[in-house]
């Protein structure tokens, strides 16, 4: 099986990151510990998704350019493995939260009302509903085509939507999440460079990972749509 | 005919139509009649913040009801019709603002009934009711944008909440942070300013996109 140089560099940097992740060393803070090492894994599942949801955009918009049905089966490939890389994000940020925001006089759980009123966390909850309602868009029309034109109409608006609301919810409510002004780990002043050198290509490889399984996702639909079309003939 | 024309003779026919058809314009302010009712059944005196929430509240679910009408009564054979005589363009606008004109309507009811059941918690209620009708122009133009989108699906109420809810939270907080100015709530100076400018961006922003994307929904 020979593997295409993207997805190799997938393999080799998160190995690196798993690897260099768990062992490389980190500043220590009081409050984080080594929980601190949750960054390369949590922060970079959100990059990944955000990414994922924009390729989505783009092959609507390339749809309602062209036409062409591939870039509808791509758009939603991408927009579902991007939902899944935000579940995933959920999940190391609930972990990580039960260690550094959880009281710890309650049982995690009770934390949880005032934990999800994060700015960062609404801004992720909408991103996920919105695509959440994507999937019964689509689901909802029958007829192919139809479908492709309404539910790229909507991505390319709710994601429209969804800048603004990313950039005017933070200011609006206080917020314990780091990065307040803009977005965390992007800002130099933020991530000690120790770090850089692992979150960085963290971020590359999560995202090809996302890449190559959306591709996959990809050439068996496309597949499935060729067998049923010769199966009529 | 020129595209202001064409707009004025949309909502002309769109006017007509509601009154010929009142069933649909008295429905909704059953609706809103009988929604204030319950809530001052449930809730005896509620304070301001809770007040302020359950009217934005009922602002969404009468858009909702409002507006989700407006492309389900275009049956498929007088889209067609439109589709010869009007660019996609042109309907859209005329469709925002007439909806835009409803919401305004629908909302000043809405909160005169708050304000004879529940009271008024707002200092300046003028300034309450201006920022009302403000936050309803908004909700009626992203659930226009909207009802169009789910017009092509089946289920189409429903799915018009779903769709919906996720993109207005933005705007509906940005409402209740502006609302509480009228509660003689203590801002910054500048800051009441600054979220009104944000929110005629973002309307701004959905009849753009509305203008731009619309053209594709349209035709079958």
């Not at chain 2, 507006?67 to 309907?91: D, N």
Request: with cysteine; hydrophobic share 55%.
């Amino acid at each position: 099986m020979r593997l295409s140089w993207w997805k190799l560099t997938s393999i080799f940097l998160l190995v690196y990151a798993v690897v260099g992740g768990m062992f490389l060393p980190v500043p220590e803070l009081p409050q984080l510990g080594e929980t601190i090492r949750n960054l390369y894994y949590h922060v970079c599942m959100w990059f990944a998704m955000m990414i994922l949801f924009t390729v989505s955009v783009i092959h609507s918009i390339k749809y309602l350019r062209k036409g062409d049905y591939t870039h509808d089966v791509k758009a939603r490939s991408y927009a579902g493995v991007g939902t899944y890389m935000g579940i995933l994000g959920y999940a190391t940020g609930a972990i990580w939260a039960s260690y550094t925001w959880a009281d710890p006089n309650n049982p995690a759980y009770a934390s949880f009302g005032s934990i999800m009123r994060e700015p960062k966390l609404i801004g992720a909850a909408i991103a996920l509903l919105i695509y959440g309602a994507y999937f019964i868009l689509r689901s909802s029309i029958n007829d192919m085509d139809q479908r492709a034109r309404v539910s790229a109409v909507y991505n390319i608006f709710a994601y429209a939507m969804l800048f603004p609301t990313i950039w005017i919810i933070p200011r609006l409510l206080p917020s314990l999440h780091p990065g307040q002004e803009g977005n965390p780990a992007l800002n130099f002043n933020d991530i000690d460079s120790r770090m850089r050198m692992v979150f960085y290509p963290a971020v590359i490889g999560w995202t090809l990972l996302g890449a190559w399984i959306a591709t996959l996702k990809i050439r068996y639909t496309i597949l499935l749509e060729k067998k049923w079309n010769n199966n009529e003939k | 005919m020129t595209n202001i024309n064409k707009i004025k003779a949309l909502l002309r026919k769109e006017l007509l139509l509601e009154t010929r058809q009142q069933h649909t314009l008295y429905g909704i302010m059953l609706y809103i009649a009988s929604t204030v009712f319950v809530i001052y059944l449930t809730m005896e005196s509620p304070d301001s913040e809770t007040w302020n929430g359950l009217f934005w509240i009922t602002q969404l679910f009468i858009c909702i009801n409002a507006i989700a009408k407006s492309f389900l009564q275009e049956a498929k054979g007088r889209m067609l019709y439109y589709y010869s005589i009007t660019p996609p363009s042109v309907f859209i606008l005329a469709k925002l603002i007439y909806n835009v004109v409803l919401m305004l309507v629908m909302s000043s009811i809405n909160l005169l009934l708050y304000a004879a059941f529940l009271g008024s918690p707002a200092v300046s209620f003028l300034q309450f009711y201006l920022i009302s009708l403000m936050g309803a122009a908004g909700l009626g133009l992203i659930f226009t944008m909207l009802a169009a989108i789910a017009s092509k699906a089946m289920q189409q109420a429903s799915l018009m909440a779903i769709l919906g809810f996720p993109l207005i939270i933005p705007q509906l907080l940005l409402m209740i942070r502006l609302s509480k100015t009228a509660f003689a709530e203590v801002f910054r100076e500048g800051v009441p300013l600054q979220l009104v400018m944000l929110l005629a961006a973002l309307d701004i922003l959905i009849v753009l996109l509305s203008v731009i994307l619309y053209p594709f929904l349209w035709k079958d």
